[in-house]
Nanobody, 124 residues
Framework: VQLQASGGGLVQAGGSLRLSCAQS????????TGWFRQAPGKEREFVAA????????RYADSVKGRFTFSRDNAKNMVYLQMDNVKPEDTAVYYC??????????????????WGQGTQVTVSS
């Protein structure tokens, strides 16, 4: 499974940004996907994830109410709509995937497949 993330960039605090992730390779059916982020000097942090079906996103408390995870299974695309962004959202954002669903979905060790990352910078 290959993951290609895009959509990062520079945005002002309070603004919006939409990240996209294209999934290709082996059949993507029954793959859970999600997003992690890593700020300079910090560990990778869970952002959002969902199983293949039904799509019921789980969010980190730090982004709940501001970020929206969505997925287009027909197009093998995963999205992260980021609204009301804050300077502390600045990080490299990674698209991730694994076969099946794990109750430990917020742990980076649960995901085998990682995209290359896309930089998001929020200015104050």
């Amino acid at each position: 499974v290959q993951l290609q993330a895009s959509g990062g960039g520079l945005v002002q605090a309070g603004g919006s940004l939409r990240l996209s992730c294209a999934q290709s390779g082996r059949s993507s059916s029954d793959y859970s996907t999600g997003w992690f982020r890593q700020a300079p000097g910090k560990e990778r942090e869970f952002v959002a994830a969902s199983r293949w079906s039904p799509i019921v996103p789980r969010y980190a408390d730090s982004v709940k109410g501001r970020f929206t995870f969505s997925r287009d299974n027909a197009k093998n695309m995963v999205y992260l709509q980021m609204d009301n962004v804050k300077p502390e959202d600045t990080a490299v954002y990674y698209c991730v995937a694994r076969y099946g669903w794990s109750v430990a979905y917020s742990s980076p060790q649960q995901y085998v497949f990682w995209g290359q990352g896309t930089q998001v910078t929020v200015s104050s």
